[in-house]
C-alpha cells in the first residue's frame, strides 16, 4: 500500500503550458517535502512545507500543503523543457524516514 | 555549497559477491539514511543513524548491515549479492532525525550504482 499518492503518474505537455500535480495520503504529515530527479542522478530538494495551508512560491513553481497536512500539490507556469524531470513528494511523520510517493513524469515539449 | 558525496559512483558485482558503499553526509549532519530505488522505481528507505546508532530500520535485507562511524560518515555493506539488487543507492543526510520540522531537511546524494551481473 503506497501511504502517499501522486497523480498524474505521466504528464506531456507542450512548452507555455501550465500543470498541476497532486500529492495525498490519508494520513496527516508533519511536512511534506517535494524533489525532482534527473535520471541516474539524486532527488534534488525543491521545497519543504509544514504549515497546513502554507503556501511557498520557487519562480514558476507553488506548492501548497493542504490544511489538514494530508495533501499537497505543485503547480507549475508556463513550463519550459528544462522542468521535465521526475518529480517526487515525500512525507515524514515526526521523527520517521521519509517515505516516497511514485513520482510524476514530467515531459515539456517545446 | 558541500553536498552528500557517496562513492564510488558505479559498481558492478557478480552475484553472491559483497559490495560496500560509502556515503559523506553533509559538514555537521548528524543523521545518514539509505535508500533503494530500483529501475522506474520510488525511492524505499533501508535504514537510518542518528549520532552513530541506527534510528529506523525499513525494508532491509538481512544480507545488508550499515554503520555510522564517529566522523559521521556511513557505509553500506551488501554481501552474498543477487540480480535483484542492483539498483541507485541513495544516502542522505540531514541536522537531526526525520523531516518532520522544516530545519530537519533531507539532503540526497548523487547515489551509487550497483550493477549485479
Known amino acids: 500500500t503506497q501511504l502517499l499518492e501522486q497523480s498524474p503518474q505521466f504528464l506531456s505537455i507542450q512548452e507555455g503550458e501550465n500543470l498541476t500535480v497532486y500529492c495525498n495520503s490519508s494520513?496527516?504529515?508533519?511536512?511534506l517535502q517535494w524533489y525532482r530527479q534527473e535520471p541516474g542522478e539524486g532527488p534534488v530538494l525543491l521545497v519543504t512545507v509544514v504549515t497546513g495551508g502554507e503556501v511557498k512560491k520557487l519562480k514558476r513553481l507553488t506548492f501548497q500543503f493542504g490544511d489538514a497536512r494530508k495533501d499537497s500539490s505543485l503547480h507549475i507556469t508556463a513550463a519550459q523543457p528544462g522542468d521535465t524531470g521526475l518529480y517526487l513528494c515525500a512525507g515524514a511523520r515526526g521523527n520517521t524516514p521519509l517515505v516516497f510517493g511514485k513520482g510524476t513524469r514530467l515531459s515539456v515539449i517545446a | 555549497a558541500a553536498g552528500v558525496i557517496q562513492s564510488p559512483r558505479h559498481l558492478i558485482k557478480e552475484k553472491r559477491e559483497t559490495a560496500t558503499l560509502k556515503c559523506y553526509p553533509i559538514?555537521?549532519?548528524?543523521?545518514v539514511y539509505w535508500y533503494q530505488q530500483g529501475p522506474g522505481q520510488d525511492p524505499q528507505f533501508l535504514i537510518s543513524f542518528y549520532e552513530k546508532m541506527q534510528s529506523d530500520k525499513g525494508s532491509i535485507p538481512d544480507r545488508f548491515s550499515a554503520q555510522q562511524f564517529s566522523d559521521y560518515h556511513s557505509e553500506l555493506n551488501m554481501s552474498s549479492l543477487e540480480l535483484g539488487d542492483s539498483a541507485l543507492y541513495f544516502c542522505a543526510s540531514s541536522f537531526g532525525q526525520g523531516g518532520g520540522h522544516s530545519g530537519n531537511t533531507i539532503y540526497f546524494g548523487e547515489g551509487s550504482w550497483l550493477t549485479v551481473v
Open positions: 494520513s496527516v504529515f508533519s511536512s
Open positions: 559538514p555537521r549532519h548528524d543523521t
